[in-house]
């Protein structure tokens, strides 16, 4: 089973800009989670804070007894190895072959002998659909390829929890589809908790147990997908929509004027999603514990986070008062 991950009011900021502040969420054991937010909202910040590899000012993020962001650099370290992270671009050594990144960890973290080291790069490879490709460097294969080479790398030293920074971007539809079948296939298989960072609302509305969304330096909330998706805030509901009315704007939020601008020619919130029933592990596999337990009541309740903004504007048609 994955482990849980506690963040407690993280603040993050580089110099003077400030990326979120006051950030507490918890991603519950073995579950998988998605990160939403409009680009430059800091979730690539907020990955690489769960995992120590940025330092916020204040806060801690809990993974295994171990705050990553205020113990040593020694504790940081060994729990870092409960992490496996599919980086955006795979981050994959350009000068090795493939069974040589994805081997890398294993190379460099234990002292597994080559033969044993073999046996696991090989079934990881094939996890992903990479068999009989380890001997492609990373300039040869696609994007997608690179992707995939970069998540059979993040699984080789059996993670408890797994990291993906946007691990659609560049795909086509078909190819991610194959992807979160190939990460819920993952989670039913080893159990582990899950976080994927993405703007792919196909991703967001049939992966994750749990969604949240970060926006204006905050997180508007996270929770059971349902909620995410039923949420009233005009700004979670312009994302979800993916239109241009409402308060995201193209580099940041709308200021007044143009929000009342807007609203004078009559623009309204975009009606919630339709939520697609979530994807379940490919025939053969074994169920998801995930989703046994989230029929558990006392488990929805410890795990269910709030969300708590909502700024709808009066009048908006459609929506009941
Ligand atoms: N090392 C750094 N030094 C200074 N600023 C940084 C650093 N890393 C990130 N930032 C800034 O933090 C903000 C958030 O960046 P981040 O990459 O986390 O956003 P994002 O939500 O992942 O964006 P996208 O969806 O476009 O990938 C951006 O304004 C970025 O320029």
New binding site residues.
């Given amino acids: 089973m994955g482990i849980e991950v506690v963040v407690e009011g993280l603040t993050k900021s ?2 003077s ?1 400030m ?1 979120w502040h006051d950030v507490s969420l918890t991603l519950p054991a073995g579950r998988i989670s998605v990160l939403l ?10 990955l ?1 804070s769960v995992i120590g590899l ?1 330092r916020p000012e204040r806060g801690r993020v809990m993974v295994d007894g171990v705050d990553m962001v205020n113990s040593p650099d020694r504790d940081v370290f060994r729990a870092r190895k409960l992490f496996g992270v599919m980086f ?1 671009d795979g981050a994959l050594f350009g000068s090795m072959n493939l069974y040589d990144n994805i081997a890398f960890p294993l190379r460099e973290h234990t002292r597994r002998s080559e033969r044993d080291i073999r046996g696991i790069v090989t079934d990881q490879m094939e996890r992903v659909g990479l068999g009989g490709a380890g001997d492609k460097l990373p300039g040869e294969i696609s994007g997608g390829m690179r992707k995939r080479a970069g998540l059979a790398r993040a699984l080789v030293l059996d993670p408890q929890i797994i990291l993906c ?2 691990p659609d971007s560049g795909l086509d539809p078909v190819r991610t589809s194959f992807l979160s079948q190939l990460l819920v296939d993952l989670n039913a298989q080893i159990d582990a908790t899950m976080l994927i ?1 993405t ?1 792919n609302l196909d991703i967001a509305s049939t992966v994750p147990d749990h969604v949240g969304m ?1 926006y204006r330096g905050e997180l508007v909330g996270f929770g059971p997908r349902e909620q995410l998706f039923g949420s009233r805030d005009p700004a979670v509901r312009q994302f979800l929509s993916g239109r241009v009315t409402g308060p995201i704007g193209m580099s940041e939020e709308k200021d007044a004027a143009d929000l009342a601008g807007e609203a004078a020619e009559g623009a309204v919130l975009p009606p919630p999603p339709e939520l697609p029933p979530l994807l379940q592990p490919s025939a053969g596999l074994p169920p998801r514990r995930a989703s046994e337990t989230a029929a558990d009541p006392r488990l929805a309740t410890a795990t269910t986070a709030t969300l708590p903004v909502v700024h709808l504007p009066a009048g908006a048609a459609g929506e009941p008062s």
């Fill in positions: 580089f110099g800009q990326v937010g409009p680009s430059g909202t800091g979730k690539t910040v907020f690489k940025v955006q920074d946007e960072v703007h970060l």
